[in-house]
T-cell receptor, first 112, second 113 residues
């Protein structure tokens, strides 16, 4: 698999605690937002998405919050586990072109 | 199972050579994308295609080209490789423009010496 040793912001969380990863997006016209998880040596994998007409969406152990006023997105992971250790990217879909643009990512590190 | 595959997974080449990275998906997805991933930049969009014979430039398209002659494949070509193009390249696909989720390949690491 492939990965890069990105110099990313790192969030260090105790195993079992909740994690909150934040993202600022750029385009006020974006209509759809996605969180991806990238484990070492692999391509990004879809976690959860949210449309711009919503402000919250919940999945299994994950919740995404959207604040369009300040163009902010957050990913909350409940009861963080060692398997959650990865780089997390937010992405936005520019509605006019439907292309997907990624943020710079956050590395989540889990302390035992 | 349907999948998306990239080849080669690792490539070392010299400045000025032409390089082609292959991407093949078996989901019959209309949309395909190429991204590069570098230190401090995350994933940046190079080119994308919404269907056969359709190609579009992304944020960092200079020095790259793509062609879409069928649904399954979107090869990425570096006409004259430069050291600045040393990176990890990811191909992705989705069903259509209304779909959000992208499905990614495992990546191709390219080193240009």
């Amino acid at each position: 698999g492939e990965s890069v040793g990105l110099h990313l912001p790192t969030l260090s969380v105790q195993e079992g605690d909740n994690s909150i990863i934040n993202c600022a997006y750029s385009n006020s016209a974006s209509d759809y937002f996605i969180w991806y998880k990238q484990e070492s040596g692999k391509g990004p994998q879809f976690i959860i998405d949210i449309r711009s007409n919503m402000d919250k969406r919940q999945g299994q152990r994950v919740t995404v919050l959207l604040n369009k006023t300040v163009k902010h997105l957050s990913l909350q992971i409940a009861a963080t586990q060692p398997g959650d250790s990865a780089v997390y990217f937010c992405a936005e879909r520019y509605s006019s072109a439907s292309k997907i643009i990624f943020g710079s990512g956050t590395r989540l590190s889990i302390r035992p | 199972d349907a999948e998306i595959t990239q080849s080669p997974r690792h490539k070392i080449t010299e400045t000025g050579r032409q390089v082609t990275l292959a991407c093949h998906q078996t989901w019959n997805h209309n949309n395909m994308f190429w991204y590069r991933q570098d230190l401090g930049h995350g994933l940046r969009l190079i080119h994308y295609s919404y269907g056969v014979q359709d190609t579009n430039k992304g944020e960092v398209s200079d020095g790259y080209s793509v062609s879409r002659s069928n649904t399954e494949d979107l090869p990425l070509t570096l006409e004259s490789a430069a050291s600045s193009q040393t990176s990890v390249y990811f191909c992705a696909s989705r069903k259509d423009r209304a779909a959000g989720e992208l499905f990614f390949g495992e990546g191709s690491r390219l080193t240009v010496l």
